[in-house]
């Protein structure tokens, strides 16, 4: 029998019981794991597909905010899909996702972030490569930096709000970071199993430059440092940043931290031997083409109009002819135009995000344009190459 499926926002005890196990088998996770975790998110952030009258699968939403050419565009990541083994290919995970992008679409939210577990899914409900999480390694031997010109100041006990201020400076800089919700700060500083999680913040406690959040893990053969979260706002941080883990050498092996695919902190370094060990991209999608387009920041300095004609099978408002009009670092949208720049509204992710140039996404066929638009819209979405720090 082809099962019906139901979608629900509304979270019964033993709905939250029936998904808790299902993502226990989805993602290898002990039944104490999966309840810290769903408490975390909280339950009304969680939805639901149900088929026979009962829960087959879920997800959880986390509203945020995305740092985009130095504006806060509201975006709302999805994280912990999971489908209950025997109705995988049943299409449950697609009507999953379409439904929630419909919900996020009434709620005016202009874009959603994934990590995905497979592309192929995700494509369908419009999503797109985004941009890169990158995990770099270091053996601890050969960071060489010796001069510490700031202090470290121990956070005891560790307390996210204490790092939320200089987290802010950072990623409202930083093209792609999250504007994060509580749930991921709870995250950082929430210790797995028996280790211990530590913070400093980097220079003067009344006045600090940075700072960095980090565990240590024993293995068979070694011992690894791991960054968990850093800032780091002057060139003082960063040699104070590299001097304090290289003082961890006597015991500690290897430090590993995540950043992006050209990560500035190696800069400091005296020889290239930090290296990426992990490197995967997390996906987008538009959701309210109007709102995304004029929340963005874009290049100062630059007054152009680009004249999109956009595709959207899921949600009619983004399909159409539109001109983007960018001055003075700020977009606005209006309807009509030429269409020169034609594309649907996967291919209008990575452009939105800069994470390819037109001109290389034109030659893998994401869009169709005139030479006129090409160069307007390489113009306009210039940017260095999006990244972030968490993963959710």
């Not at 290898?28 to 998110?41: A, F, K, Q, T, V």
């Not at 994060?180 to 709870?186: G, P, T, V």
């Not at 290296?275 to 007054?303: F, N, T």
């Not at 009509?336 to 001109?359: C, H, M, N, W």
């Amino acid at each position: 029998m082809t099962p019906q499926f139901e979608y629900s926002t509304l979270a019964h005890p033993q709905d939250i019981q029936q998904l808790a196990s299902i993502l226990e088998q989805c993602y290898l996770m002990s039944s104490g794991d999966s309840e810290i975790y769903i408490n975390r998110i909280g339950t009304e952030n969680f939805r639901f597909i149900r088929a026979f009258e009962q829960v087959i699968g879920g997800l959880a939403t986390l509203a945020m905010g995305q740092w985009w050419g130095g504006q806060r565009v509201p975006m709302t990541g999805i994280a912990a899909v999971g489908i209950a083994p025997e109705y995988r290919g049943s299409g449950a995970a697609i009507a999953l996702m379409q439904h929630t992008l419909k919900e996020l679409h009434t709620q005016e939210v202009p874009i959603s972030v994934l990590y995905p577990a497979t592309q192929r899914l995700y494509r369908k409900a419009g999503y797109e490569q985004g941009g890169s999480l990158c995990s770099w390694e270091i053996p601890t031997e050969s960071i060489q930096v010796r001069e510490q010109p700031l202090p470290l100041q121990p956070i005891i006990p560790i307390n996210h709000q204490v790092f939320h201020h200089l987290y802010q400076q950072q990623a409202k800089l930083t093209h792609g970071y999250l504007d994060r919700n509580l749930a991921i700060w709870q995250g950082l500083i929430q210790p797995n199993n028996q280790e211990t999680v530590y913070g400093y913040l980097i220079g003067d406690k009344d006045k600090p430059q940075g700072y960095i959040i980090f565990s240590q893990h024993s293995t068979q053969d070694s011992a690894i440092l791991r960054v968990r979260d850093w800032v780091i706002l002057t060139d003082a941080a960063a040699q104070s940043f590299w001097s304090f883990v290289a003082n961890h050498r006597s015991q500690i092996k290897q430090v590993q931290w995540k950043s992006s695919v050209i990560d500035s902190l190696t800069l400091q370094l005296p020889e290239q031997t930090a290296k990426i060990s992990h490197h995967e991209r997390w996906m987008l999608r538009i959701i309210d083409l109007v709102k995304a387009l004029e929340l963005r920041g874009y290049p100062l300095g630059i007054q152009a109009e680009l004249h999109l004609e956009v595709k959207d099978d899921l949600l009619a408002d983004n399909n159409g002819k539109f001109i983007l009009s960018v001055a003075n670092g700020r977009g606005e949208v209006t309807k009509g135009g030429k269409g020169e720049l034609q594309l649907d509204i996967r291919g209008l992710a990575p452009v939105y995000t800069s994470l390819f140039t037109p001109y290389h996404l034109q030659l893998a066929g994401k869009l169709d344009a005139t030479e006129t638009a090409l160069l307007a819209a390489t113009q306009i979405f210039a940017g260095v190459s999006p990244w972030m720090i968490n993963f959710f």
